[in-house]
């Protein structure tokens, strides 16, 4: 089986443009693709994991990636997928966002002896003349057709801006620029993108008379239809800071039954023998397969020993140990009391629990919250300076989330 056989066998595959000569030229290991990443924050999250793990496919059969960091484009803003306009972001911390996604991705791709490119397209796209751009690649786009794709239909009805309209032209001129100086003969990237990439290839056929390719993969979806990788407390990241290695094994160990075997085949590098066979686990057997899913990603992202320490936590709370060492925690000092005690609710949100006090109070009045295995129905509890005699309290969020507070 090529690896393209093997991405259709994962259900990775969405849209291609020429699929036989995109087999052709990966299965043979001459691809040279991109994918773009915009530093819209200072770390990659579960919705970059599918791409991170593409590339690092393809490039274990001797294709290169050119991971192409938005530099430029975050200066725009991509409309796809949007109701609303993104917030503009500075030079500054679109450059700490940058230096972030690098250390990142380094853990999926290989950079060295130019086995990768790693580049920016601030390189190009901020010192482009307007006027000559117009010139250069005006005349290649239609604005009825750009009219007509779903990234900008979406925001037809709520205004759509003159500066996020430009998004597809500077994206396609990324492919432009990437087929001129590397050498890039295709772009992948996700099914939203779909527009964007087809103006790429487009544009280097009309100026280049050159070929090129696009082929987008299935977006993360839960049973539901919706997109993976959020919690109630926001988004679920690559960065330990932001979503520690317990969390993010939590996450994984905690999706529906539905969901198991597509995350296994889209996202881990199991051979799918072995996932058809954790398919076949049936009723709470299929715990097992949860478990290798959250191990082998978190594995991944953060190493053995982290993920090591997650799976003994996570089996301690579960199997009703009283084990708490690798358990998340939160240090708390007396400046955080008030006449001794902390209100529930700063607790909370001091340990990054619950992203508002407003979704406190929700999960207290459902019942969802307990501190030392008592559960808080009052929404203006406090817990005592005294409750942490043994050192620390354990919130319990759910039936699923633990957190250690210390004094």
Known sequence: MGVYEELIARGL????????????????????????????????????????????????????????????????GDPSGRTDMRQMLTKEVIQHNVDCFKVQMSKFID????????????????DLNYVELL???????????????????????????FLEFNYMIMQSYDFYALYQRYGCNMQFGGDDQWSN???????????????AYAMTINLLLNSEGKKMGKTQSGAVWLSAEKTSPYDFY?????????????????????????????????????????EILAYELTQMIHGKDEADKAQEAARALFGNKQNTDNMPSTALSDDDFTDGNIAILDLLSKCGLIPSKKEGRRLIEQGGISVDDEKVTEVVATVPKSAFEKGHVIIKKGKKTFHKATL
């Open 13 to 76: 595959i969405a849209q291609v443009t020429d699929e036989e000569e995109i087999r052709e030229l990966v299965n043979s290991g001459k691809a040279i693709f991109y994918i773009g990443f915009d530093p819209t924050a200072d770390s990659l999250h579960v919705g970059h994991f599918m791409a991170l793990c593409l590339m690092k496919r393809l490039q274990m059969a001797g294709n290169k990636p050119i991971a192409l960091i938005g530099g430029g484009t975050a200066m725009i």
């Open 135 to 161: 010139r250069e690649v005006g005349a290649c786009f239609s604005v009825n057709r750009m009219l007509t794709a779903e990234c900008y239909k979406q925001r037809m009805e709520r205004g759509l801006s």
């Open 197 to 211: 990439m087809l103006g790429g290839t487009e544009l280097i056929r009309r100026k280049l008379g050159k070929d």
């Open 111 to 126: 950079f060295s002896d130019g086995k990768a490119l790693l580049v920016n397209n601030a390189d190009w796209l901020l």
């Open 250 to 290: 939590q996450y994984w160990r905690n999706v529906d039954d539905a969901d198991v075997v597509k995350c296994l085949k889209m996202l881990t590098f199991l051979p799918l023998e072995q996932i058809d066979e954790l398919a076949k686990l049936e009723g709470s057997e299929i715990n097992k397969a949860k």
